[in-house]
T-cell receptor
Framework: ETGVTQTPRHLVMGMTNKKSLKCEQH?????MYWYKQSAKKPLELMFV???????ENNSVPSRFSPECPNSSHLFLHLHTLQPEDSALYLC????????????FGDGTRLSIL | EDQVTQSPEALRLQEGESSSLNCSYT??????LFWYRQDPGKGPEFLFT???AGEEKEKERLKATLTKKESFLHITAPKPEDSATYLC??????????FGAGTRLTVKP
C-alpha cells in the first residue's frame, strides 16, 4: 500500500463518546500533521510531529489528544467533543525541510451528535 | 502574520474556456508555494511547488506561475474532469504552512 491512509473514513459519535482516528504513511517521511477542514474555510493546522516529537500545538482544545508512536503512524484521540468539532480531519506527511510538499490522506468525516 | 487569499471563491467555465485562478500571499520568508487539487470526499492532491518569483511549472492543462506577491494557476481548454477545488498554500522560514480557502472550479460540458 502506498501514500497516506486514514481510518475510519466516516465517524458518527455522541458528545460523551471516546474514539480514535488513525493515520499511516508509507512514504518514508519524517513529519506528520493533523488538520481540520470545515466548509469554505482554510485548512486549520492542529498538530505537527517531527521525528515522533510534537513540535506544534496550535491552541487545540484538550479534548483532542494526538499520539505518534513512530514516524509512520499518527493517532488523534477524541473525547467529550462538541457539535462544532464536526468536520473533515486530514492527516498529512512530508519530508521535514525547506519547500517539501505535504501529502494528504482522504480524511475522516466526523459528525458529532 | 502570513496570509493567503484565493480568488475567485467559485468559478464556472464551459469546456474549452481557458481561465486563471489567483492566489495572493504575504509571508515571512517564502520557502515554497504549493498548489493542490481536492475532489469531493478526498484529501488534497499535490500538484506543484514553486520556489521563487519567475518560476513556472506545467502539468497537462495546468500551468502555475509565481511573482513576489501572487501565484496564478492557468487552466487551458479545461475539461469536465478538471472540476475540483484548487488550494494554494505557502511555507515560511519556520516551515509553517498556511492554506487559502480554495477556488471551487466547475467545468460544464
Amino acid at each position: 500500500e502506498t501514500g497516506v491512509t486514514q481510518t475510519p473514513r466516516h465517524l458518527v459519535m455522541g458528545m460523551t463518546n471516546k474514539k480514535s482516528l488513525k493515520c499511516e504513511q508509507h512514504l518514508g517521511h519524517n513529519a506528520m500533521y493533523w488538520y481540520k477542514q470545515s466548509a469554505k474555510k482554510p485548512l486549520e493546522l492542529m498538530f505537527v510531529y517531527n521525528f515522533k516529537e510534537q513540535t506544534e500545538n496550535n491552541s487545540v482544545p484538550s479534548r483532542f489528544s494526538p499520539e505518534c508512536p513512530n514516524s509512520s503512524h499518527l493517532f488523534l484521540h477524541l473525547h467529550t467533543l462538541q457539535p462544532e468539532d464536526s468536520a473533515l480531519y486530514l492527516c498529512a506527511s512530508s519530508q521535514e525541510g525547506r519547500g517539501q510538499p505535504q501529502h494528504f490522506g482522504d480524511g475522516t468525516r466526523l459528525s458529532i451528535l | 502574520e502570513d496570509q493567503v487569499t484565493q480568488s475567485p471563491e467559485a468559478l464556472r467555465l464551459q469546456e474549452g474556456e481557458s481561465s486563471s485562478l489567483n492566489c495572493s500571499y504575504t509571508v515571512s520568508g517564502l520557502r515554497g508555494l504549493f498548489w493542490y487539487r481536492q475532489d469531493p470526499g478526498k484529501g488534497p492532491e499535490f500538484l506543484f511547488t514553486l520556489y521563487s518569483a519567475g518560476e513556472e511549472k506545467e502539468k497537462e492543462r495546468l500551468k502555475a506561475t509565481l511573482t513576489k506577491k501572487e501565484s496564478f494557476l492557468h487552466i487551458t481548454a479545461p475539461k469536465p474532469e478538471d472540476s475540483a477545488t484548487y488550494l494554494c498554500a505557502v511555507q515560511n522560514n519556520n516551515n509553517d504552512m498556511r492554506f487559502g480557502a480554495g477556488t471551487r472550479l466547475t467545468v460544464k460540458p
